[in-house]
Protein backbone atom coordinates (compact mmCIF):
# COMPACT_ATOMS: atom_id res chain seq x y z
CA UNK A 1 0.00 0.00 0.00
CA UNK A 2 1.51 3.51 -0.92
CA UNK A 3 1.68 5.95 1.56
CA UNK A 4 0.76 9.82 0.55
CA UNK A 5 1.99 12.46 2.49
CA UNK A 6 -0.33 14.47 4.36
CA UNK A 7 -1.02 17.98 5.26
CA UNK A 8 0.01 17.72 8.46
CA UNK A 9 3.39 15.61 7.54
CA UNK A 10 6.26 18.06 7.87
CA UNK A 11 8.95 17.60 5.60
CA UNK A 12 11.62 15.71 8.10
CA UNK A 13 8.48 13.28 8.13
CA UNK A 14 8.52 12.88 4.30
CA UNK A 15 12.33 12.79 4.17
CA UNK A 16 12.89 9.73 6.41
CA UNK A 17 9.28 8.01 4.87
CA UNK A 18 11.40 8.44 1.59
CA UNK A 19 14.85 7.04 3.45
CA UNK A 20 12.80 4.04 4.59
CA UNK A 21 11.33 3.18 1.19
CA UNK A 22 14.55 3.21 -0.24
CA UNK A 23 16.11 1.21 2.08
CA UNK A 24 13.33 -1.58 1.52
CA UNK A 25 13.58 -1.92 -2.00
CA UNK A 26 17.34 -2.79 -1.24
CA UNK A 27 18.26 -5.75 -2.90
CA UNK A 28 20.34 -9.15 -1.74
CA UNK A 29 17.93 -8.43 1.35
CA UNK A 30 20.40 -5.50 2.52
CA UNK A 31 17.29 -3.83 3.88
CA UNK A 32 17.59 -5.97 7.07
CA UNK A 33 21.34 -4.60 7.51
CA UNK A 34 21.31 -0.65 6.37
CA UNK A 35 19.19 1.29 9.02
CA UNK A 36 17.08 4.05 7.18
CA UNK A 37 19.09 6.95 9.22
CA UNK A 38 22.53 5.52 7.12
CA UNK A 39 20.76 6.47 4.04
CA UNK A 40 19.65 10.06 5.48
CA UNK A 41 22.98 10.35 7.09
CA UNK A 42 24.74 9.63 3.47
CA UNK A 43 22.95 12.54 2.13
CA UNK A 44 22.65 14.71 4.66
CA UNK A 45 26.10 14.58 5.25
CA UNK A 46 27.24 14.31 1.13
CA UNK A 47 25.18 18.08 0.94
CA UNK A 48 27.22 19.10 3.91
CA UNK A 49 30.30 17.71 2.34
CA UNK A 50 29.52 19.71 -0.86
CA UNK A 51 29.29 23.06 1.92
CA UNK A 52 32.78 22.03 3.16
CA UNK A 53 34.15 21.46 -0.03
CA UNK A 54 33.02 25.03 -1.62
CA UNK A 55 33.78 26.95 1.57
CA UNK A 56 37.38 25.25 1.90
CA UNK A 57 38.13 26.30 -1.85
CA UNK A 58 36.16 30.02 -1.57
CA UNK A 59 38.42 30.50 1.62
CA UNK A 60 41.71 29.25 0.11
CA UNK A 61 41.65 29.96 -3.48
CA UNK A 62 39.51 32.77 -2.72
CA UNK A 63 40.62 34.96 0.18
CA UNK A 64 44.02 33.06 0.17
CA UNK A 65 43.86 31.71 3.68
CA UNK A 66 46.44 28.92 4.92
CA UNK A 67 44.97 24.97 3.77
CA UNK A 68 44.66 23.95 7.77
CA UNK A 69 42.15 27.52 8.48
CA UNK A 70 40.33 27.10 5.09
CA UNK A 71 39.96 23.72 6.80
CA UNK A 72 39.03 24.65 10.01
CA UNK A 73 36.57 27.11 8.96
CA UNK A 74 34.20 25.20 6.33
CA UNK A 75 34.71 22.14 8.88
CA UNK A 76 32.96 24.50 11.25
CA UNK A 77 30.21 25.46 9.60
CA UNK A 78 29.94 22.73 7.67
CA UNK A 79 29.63 20.48 10.72
CA UNK A 80 27.34 23.06 12.15
CA UNK A 81 24.99 22.41 9.42
CA UNK A 82 25.00 18.66 9.69
CA UNK A 83 24.35 18.98 13.01
CA UNK A 84 20.97 20.96 12.54
CA UNK A 85 19.96 18.41 9.17
CA UNK A 86 20.42 15.24 11.31
CA UNK A 87 18.75 16.62 14.44
CA UNK A 88 15.85 17.56 12.22
CA UNK A 89 15.55 15.48 9.69
CA UNK A 90 17.20 12.23 9.98
CA UNK A 91 16.90 11.39 13.84
CA UNK A 92 14.12 13.33 14.71
CA UNK A 93 15.69 14.15 18.09
CA UNK A 94 13.06 16.01 20.51
CA UNK A 95 16.17 16.14 23.35
CA UNK A 96 17.07 19.22 24.78
CA UNK A 97 19.81 20.66 22.48
CA UNK A 98 21.78 21.94 24.81
CA UNK A 99 23.12 18.96 25.28
CA UNK A 100 23.43 17.56 22.55
CA UNK A 101 25.40 20.03 21.20
CA UNK A 102 27.67 19.67 24.17
CA UNK A 103 28.16 15.85 23.44
CA UNK A 104 28.40 16.46 19.40
CA UNK A 105 30.94 19.05 20.09
CA UNK A 106 33.71 17.06 21.56
CA UNK A 107 32.96 14.17 18.73
CA UNK A 108 33.86 17.11 16.15
CA UNK A 109 36.47 17.97 17.59
CA UNK A 110 38.00 14.49 18.26
CA UNK A 111 36.69 14.30 14.20
CA UNK A 112 38.42 17.14 13.70
CA UNK A 113 42.64 15.88 15.47
CA UNK A 114 41.58 12.82 13.74
CA UNK A 115 40.78 12.73 10.63
CA UNK A 116 40.45 16.68 9.39
CA UNK A 117 43.42 17.90 10.51
CA UNK A 118 45.18 14.06 10.91
CA UNK A 119 44.91 12.85 7.83
CA UNK A 120 43.60 15.62 5.60
CA UNK A 121 46.17 17.87 6.62
CA UNK A 122 48.85 14.82 6.92
CA UNK A 123 48.37 13.82 3.39
CA UNK A 124 48.38 17.69 2.08
CA UNK A 125 51.55 18.02 3.39
CA UNK A 126 52.74 14.64 1.89
CA UNK A 127 52.33 16.31 -1.87
CA UNK A 128 48.29 15.03 -1.94
CA UNK A 129 45.96 17.27 -3.44
CA UNK A 130 44.31 19.65 -1.05
CA UNK A 131 40.95 18.04 -2.31
CA UNK A 132 41.94 14.70 -2.63
CA UNK A 133 43.48 14.91 0.93
CA UNK A 134 40.04 16.08 1.95
CA UNK A 135 38.10 13.50 0.22
CA UNK A 136 39.87 10.77 1.94
CA UNK A 137 39.83 12.27 5.13
CA UNK A 138 35.94 12.27 4.73
CA UNK A 139 35.71 8.79 3.93
CA UNK A 140 37.14 8.05 7.17
CA UNK A 141 35.23 10.58 9.16
CA UNK A 142 31.91 9.97 7.76
CA UNK A 143 32.06 5.71 9.41
CA UNK A 144 33.06 7.82 12.45
CA UNK A 145 30.52 10.21 12.35
CA UNK A 146 27.54 8.20 11.41
CA UNK A 147 28.34 5.80 14.69
CA UNK A 148 29.11 8.72 16.94
CA UNK A 149 25.58 10.65 15.78
CA UNK A 150 23.55 7.73 15.91
CA UNK A 151 24.72 5.73 19.01
CA UNK A 152 25.99 8.63 21.03
CA UNK A 153 24.61 12.41 20.43
CA UNK A 154 21.21 11.19 18.82
CA UNK A 155 21.06 7.68 21.03
CA UNK A 156 17.30 7.37 22.00
CA UNK A 157 17.22 6.16 25.58
CA UNK A 158 15.21 2.73 26.36
CA UNK A 159 11.72 2.51 27.14
CA UNK A 160 10.97 0.80 30.25
CA UNK A 161 9.85 -2.97 29.54
CA UNK A 162 6.32 -2.78 30.97
CA UNK A 163 7.02 -6.48 32.14
CA UNK A 164 10.33 -5.98 33.63
CA UNK A 165 8.74 -3.26 35.20
CA UNK A 166 6.32 -5.40 36.84
CA UNK A 167 8.31 -7.94 38.59
Not at 39 to 65: C, Q
Not at 108 to 136: D, M, T
Not at 140 to 151: D, I, K, P, Q, S
Amino acid sequence: MEQHASVTDSMADRFTRWCEDVVARLPFGLNRYVPATFLGFALINSFTFGVDLLLLTLLHEGLHLPVWLSISLAYIVAFGLAFLLNRTFNFHSHAPMGRQAAVYAVVVLVNYLAFILGVGSGLSALGVEYHVARVLAGACEAVYMYCAMRWIVFRRKRSADPVAAGR
